[in-house]
């Protein structure tokens, strides 16, 4: 501001250059972060910690502390490296946090441990929000308490997700949603480790199973995600060794081989080389601790626990030896700080006391870098009553307890199921009521859902309809006695018509997924005339979803009138419909007017639209423009027409431009190379680099009979996934010629590997040893698999007790009764 006076609450402004905030509150040096929220009427934050984005501490934050160099100047953090994914063109971490900041929105990094995305995105928000407020919450419960308070130019910072998606106050998609309403200005970012990301997208199979991850497969349908790689890319190596010039830690972290910048620089290779090289004791008491972590424990993992459990990781002439002093001994080797970065396990306290430590977490590399070898082995006797006596958090125990159950290690599931529900663990009876159920032990499983129904647990009545499962009686009863989720568990996957009338009965007027779903629902009976009128309510009241659904209803109806009413006011949606419309009518020319009006304005829907119509008309030249200013749509729809008309190198000609980019441009061009016979072109393409080209390529290998050179070929990375099915073709290819073991061990390594694929093709091999090791690893559908193969074999008993008496710490069938 130029030539301003204040007075009170006057200003007086001369110029202005760019945007003005106004923020009302009581002024002078004592006012505190509320001032910040510019929302009329907002209510003051409550949030605990509120600071500054430009005043956060980084390491509080979660970016790991770095290793330190002899003879450096020491700070707290290196050089930034600028990533590729800062970048990215419109879907990197930087240019989606910026339209999220404009609109409100969910960014969410995808990394393993330690390769820079907390780092990645404490720079994004440092460079782009300094002066908005940031909140690190300690649990979704304080996240609710935002919600209602009219945030404004906030960031909330969710560093490793999964530790919001648990407990008595669990981050759900609807709270993200409330915060993120249109009325507030909110920024969301957050990690995740891509274990969890796999687990948490992965759809059940079979599809009617027990969905136990839906809660958090809808809170990731928020998020825009970024991949975060383990390798610095070339380009990013060049930048890094630009800044190690004037970084000795950077320096350091080039040089070393087997590890990544990244990970060099939070001090990886030493956790590693401790690990490897501890005694009996420490890596027992390691081992237990990483066990810990994996199976659920969130909390510090309590000294008593570690204490008691590593016996059991040791043997018997290593308990018979051990020394006067093993444990303290054990547990200084793994807290020592290693080049003033890490250590194995860290001391926390999460209470008020002052120098005596609560318990330990594990750095998260070492947890991730043993956890596919330890997921593999199931943890002995003693860790199981250790966690039983020594767990003090519910959270913790529900999330051990249901760990020990998918491993069918039932004798240890129930006690833990049993101290949660004793705590009033909604989730922990509805857990141990379907264990009950299946281990054959009807009057457990009704004392749980009667807990359940007597339970005041805000949360009873929505794990009281999970524990009815499919039976239709049983939530027909619960829905009417009142039981919302029961209802809403018929609304959407029930028969139609009782789902309308459910709906009908009890509708909230501010309801609008309610009203979403009844105008499916009339969609699905073939009433849309009952249907459009609930659309068109929703539309007016800028319901995002109403607008495509409503455009596709008026196609189908006809109405050219009121498409083009939509398509006036702006809305790609309409124009697309309207297009494909008057394309059906016979007025085709009329149709491309309307889509040239929005081209190349954002739509691909609308572009792809544009394209086809072209073809349809054979418009060839204007393709061929359009492909030439690089319209993948266009190139595709061209290649097409020429190849039709035989001309395959002009095809060949038009998609290699676009193909060069990358994209799905590319399998076009490697398919019609492929089918065209023009191997060579093919493998040259290959060699360059190209996925989808070695990808065809495989698949030629495949059907000449060439499978080394097909398995070769899949081995390149991206391969796999260039190529749909892929895989399964190579591996149904192995299983024929007789190479089960090679196929096996190709579908293990492989990226594009759906979680049932390994459990599926040992159910069909018969493979038993292999279906157990994937139950020791936690896979509880494997269970079903196992007991599959077990009955066609003749061995029925054997299946029957394996479901009702389950496994013993070590793997064999328990020889006595059902649970209790």
Same mark, same amino acid.
């Given at each position: 501001?130029?030539?301003?006076?204040?007075?009170?609450?006057?200003?007086?402004?001369?110029?202005?250059?760019?945007?003005?905030?106004?923020?009302?509150?009581?002024?002078?040096?004592?006012?505190?972060?509320?001032?910040?929220?510019?929302?009329?009427?907002?209510?003051?934050?409550?949030?605990?910690?509120?600071?500054?984005?430009?005043?956060?501490?980084?390491?509080?934050?979660?970016?790991?502390?770095?290793?330190?160099?002899?003879?450096?100047?020491?700070?707290?953090?290196?050089?930034?490296?600028?990533?590729?994914?800062?970048?990215?063109?419109?879907?990197?971490?930087?240019?989606?946090?910026?339209?999220?900041?404009?609109?409100?929105?969910?960014?969410?990094?995808?990394?393993?441990?330690?390769?820079?995305?907390?780092?990645?995105?404490?720079?994004?928000?440092?460079?782009?929000?300094?002066?908005?407020?940031?909140?690190?919450?300690?649990?979704?419960?304080?996240?609710?308490?935002?919600?209602?308070?009219?945030?404004?130019?906030?960031?909330?910072?969710?560093?490793?997700?999964?530790?919001?998606?648990?407990?008595?106050?669990?981050?759900?998609?609807?709270?993200?949603?409330?915060?993120?309403?249109?009325?507030?200005?909110?920024?969301?970012?957050?990690?995740?480790?891509?274990?969890?990301?796999?687990?948490?997208?992965?759809?059940?199979?079979?599809?009617?199973?027990?969905?136990?991850?839906?809660?958090?497969?809808?809170?990731?349908?928020?998020?825009?995600?970024?991949?975060?790689?383990?390798?610095?890319?070339?380009?990013?190596?060049?930048?890094?060794?630009?800044?190690?010039?004037?970084?000795?830690?950077?320096?350091?972290?080039?040089?070393?081989?087997?590890?990544?910048?990244?990970?060099?620089?939070?001090?990886?290779?030493?956790?590693?080389?401790?690990?490897?090289?501890?005694?009996?004791?420490?890596?027992?008491?390691?081992?237990?601790?990483?066990?810990?972590?994996?199976?659920?424990?969130?909390?510090?993992?309590?000294?008593?626990?570690?204490?008691?459990?590593?016996?059991?990781?040791?043997?018997?002439?290593?308990?018979?030896?051990?020394?006067?002093?093993?444990?303290?001994?054990?547990?200084?080797?793994?807290?020592?700080?290693?080049?003033?970065?890490?250590?194995?396990?860290?001391?926390?306290?999460?209470?008020?006391?002052?120098?005596?430590?609560?318990?330990?977490?594990?750095?998260?590399?070492?947890?991730?870098?043993?956890?596919?070898?330890?997921?593999?082995?199931?943890?002995?006797?003693?860790?199981?009553?250790?966690?039983?006596?020594?767990?003090?958090?519910?959270?913790?125990?529900?999330?051990?307890?249901?760990?020990?159950?998918?491993?069918?290690?039932?004798?240890?599931?129930?006690?833990?199921?049993?101290?949660?529900?004793?705590?009033?663990?909604?989730?922990?009876?509805?857990?141990?009521?379907?264990?009950?159920?299946?281990?054959?032990?009807?009057?457990?499983?009704?004392?749980?859902?009667?807990?359940?129904?007597?339970?005041?647990?805000?949360?009873?009545?929505?794990?009281?309809?999970?524990?009815?499962?499919?039976?239709?009686?049983?939530?027909?009863?619960?829905?009417?006695?009142?039981?919302?989720?029961?209802?809403?568990?018929?609304?959407?996957?029930?028969?139609?018509?009782?789902?309308?009338?459910?709906?009908?009965?009890?509708?909230?007027?501010?309801?609008?997924?309610?009203?979403?779903?009844?105008?499916?629902?009339?969609?699905?009976?073939?009433?849309?005339?009952?249907?459009?009128?609930?659309?068109?309510?929703?539309?007016?009241?800028?319901?995002?979803?109403?607008?495509?659904?409503?455009?596709?209803?008026?196609?189908?109806?006809?109405?050219?009138?009121?498409?083009?009413?939509?398509?006036?006011?702006?809305?790609?949606?309409?124009?697309?419909?309207?297009?494909?419309?008057?394309?059906?009518?016979?007025?085709?020319?009329?149709?491309?007017?309307?889509?040239?009006?929005?081209?190349?304005?954002?739509?691909?829907?609308?572009?792809?639209?544009?394209?086809?119509?072209?073809?349809?008309?054979?418009?060839?030249?204007?393709?061929?423009? #359009? %492909?030439?200013? !690089?319209? @993948?749509? *266009? $190139?595709?729809?061209? +290649?097409?027409?020429?190849? /039709?008309?035989? =001309?395959? &190198?002009?095809?060949?000609?038009?998609?290699?431009?676009?193909?060069?980019?990358?994209?799905?441009?590319?399998?076009?061009?490697?398919?019609?190379?492929?089918?065209?016979?023009?191997?060579?072109?093919?493998?040259? #393409? %290959?060699?360059? !680099?190209? @996925?989808? *080209? $070695?990808?065809?390529? +495989?698949?030629?290998?495949? /059907?000449?009979? =060439?499978? &080394?050179?097909?398995?070769?070929?899949?081995?390149?990375?991206?391969?796999?996934?260039?190529?749909?099915?892929?895989?399964?073709?190579?591996?149904?290819?192995?299983?024929?010629?007789?190479?089960?073991?090679?196929?096996? %061990?190709?579908?293990?390594? @492989?990226?594009?590997?759906?979680?049932?694929?390994?459990?599926?093709?040992?159910?069909?091999?018969?493979?038993?040893?292999?279906?157990?090791?994937?139950?020791?690893?936690?896979?509880?559908?494997?269970?079903?698999?196992?007991?599959?193969?077990?009955?066609?074999?003749?061995?029925?008993?054997?299946?029957?007790?394996?479901?009702?008496?389950?496994?013993? @710490?070590?793997?064999?069938?328990?020889?006595?009764?059902?649970?209790?």
């Amino acid at each position: 501001m130029e030539n301003s006076v204040v007075a009170g609450d006057s200003v007086q402004i001369g110029e202005v250059h760019g945007s003005v905030t106004v923020v009302t509150g009581s002024g002078g040096p004592g006012r505190g972060p509320e001032a910040g929220w510019t929302a009329p009427g907002a209510v003051p934050p409550s949030a605990p910690g509120l600071v500054r984005v430009r005043d956060a501490d980084p390491l509080h934050l979660g970016v790991h502390r770095s290793i330190r160099v002899t003879g450096a100047e020491h700070s707290a953090l290196p050089a930034y490296v600028p990533r590729d994914l800062d970048t990215g063109e419109g879907d990197g971490a930087r240019p989606l946090i910026e339209a999220a900041a404009r609109g409100g929105g969910f960014v969410l990094l995808v990394g393993g441990s330690s390769v820079g995305k907390t780092r990645s995105l404490y720079e994004a928000v440092n460079a782009l929000l300094p002066d908005w407020w940031l909140c690190h919450p300690a649990d979704a419960g304080q996240i609710e308490q935002l919600v209602g308070r009219s945030p404004r130019r906030l960031v909330v910072w969710l560093d490793e997700l999964q530790n919001h998606v648990s407990g008595p106050h669990q981050l759900t998609a609807a709270t993200v949603r409330a915060l993120l309403a249109p009325h507030h200005q909110v920024v969301i970012v957050g990690t995740l480790w891509p274990h969890y990301y796999d687990t948490w997208t992965a759809c059940p199979v079979p599809a009617d199973a027990d969905d136990r991850h839906r809660a958090e497969r809808e809170l990731l349908k928020l998020a825009d995600v970024v991949h975060v790689g383990a390798a610095f890319s070339p380009a990013e190596q060049e930048r890094a060794a630009a800044l190690a010039a004037s970084d000795e830690r950077l320096r350091t972290a080039l040089e070393a081989g087997d590890f990544g910048l990244t990970q060099v620089i939070a001090g990886a290779p030493q956790l590693v080389h401790r690990w490897e090289h501890a005694g009996p004791c420490a890596r027992a008491l390691m081992t237990a601790a990483v066990d810990a972590t994996l199976l659920g424990v969130r909390s510090p993992v309590p000294e008593g626990l570690l204490r008691a459990a590593v016996p059991g990781y040791c043997a018997p002439a290593e308990r018979a030896t051990a020394p006067d002093g093993w444990f303290e001994e054990a547990l200084s080797y793994a807290t020592r700080p290693l080049l003033g970065a890490t250590s194995a396990l860290v001391p926390v306290s999460d209470g008020r006391a002052m120098g005596r430590p609560d318990g330990y977490r594990v750095a998260d590399y070492l947890v991730q870098h043993t956890g596919r070898v330890q997921r593999a082995v199931p943890p002995p006797e003693t860790f199981w009553e250790a966690c039983a006596e020594h767990l003090t958090d519910t959270a913790d125990i529900v999330r051990t307890a249901s760990a020990a159950a998918a491993r069918q290690r039932v004798g240890a599931a129930v006690p833990l199921f049993r101290k949660a529900v004793e705590r009033g663990s909604a989730s922990a009876m509805q857990e141990l009521g379907e264990l009950y159920r299946r281990t054959g032990n009807p009057e457990g499983a009704q004392e749980m859902a009667d807990r359940l129904t007597a339970s005041a647990h805000p949360d009873a009545a929505l794990y009281r309809t999970i524990l009815a499962g499919w039976d239709f009686e049983e939530l027909l009863d619960l829905a009417e006695a009142g039981n919302e989720y029961a209802v809403g568990h018929l609304i959407e996957y029930g028969h139609p018509r009782l789902a309308i009338s459910l709906l009908l009965e009890d509708l909230d007027p501010d309801d609008l997924w309610s009203w979403y779903r009844l105008a499916q629902l009339f969609h699905d009976e073939d009433e849309n005339e009952r249907a459009i009128p609930i659309l068109e309510m929703l539309h007016e009241r800028e319901y995002d979803d109403a607008i495509l659904f409503l455009a596709e209803l008026l196609k189908e109806e006809g109405n050219v009138e009121r498409l083009y009413e939509l398509t006036e006011e702006g809305y790609f949606a309409a124009a697309w419909c309207l297009a494909d419309l008057l394309h059906d009518k016979g007025r085709t020319e009329e149709g491309l007017e309307v889509l040239w009006e929005f081209a190349d304005q954002g739509s691909g829907d609308l572009d792809f639209t544009l394209a086809h119509l072209l073809a349809q008309i054979g418009d060839l030249d204007t393709l061929l423009e #359009r %492909a030439a200013e !690089g319209h @993948a749509d *266009a $190139a595709r729809e061209a +290649a097409r027409l020429l190849r /039709e008309r035989g =001309d395959v &190198d002009r095809a060949v000609a038009v998609l290699t431009p676009i193909a060069d980019t990358g994209g799905y441009v590319a399998s076009d061009l490697a398919e019609l190379l492929r089918a065209t016979g023009r191997v060579d072109d093919l493998r040259a #393409r %290959a060699e360059a !680099g190209d @996925a989808y *080209a $070695a990808g065809e390529l +495989a698949r030629l290998a495949i /059907e000449e009979g =060439d499978l &080394d050179e097909a398995v070769r070929l899949h081995a390149r990375k991206g391969t796999a996934r260039a190529v749909f099915g892929l895989t399964d073709a190579l591996v149904k290819a192995l299983v024929a010629r007789g190479d089960a073991d090679r196929a096996i %061990a190709l579908l293990s390594a @492989a990226e594009d590997t759906p979680p049932y694929g390994l459990r599926e093709l040992f159910r069909k091999l018969g493979r038993v040893d292999e279906l157990r090791a994937l139950i020791d690893q936690g896979d509880e559908h494997a269970l079903w698999d196992l007991v599959e193969v077990l009955r066609d074999e003749g061995r029925a008993d054997e299946a029957d007790a394996l479901l009702t008496r389950g496994l013993t @710490a070590d793997g064999r069938i328990r020889s006595d009764g059902p649970a209790d």
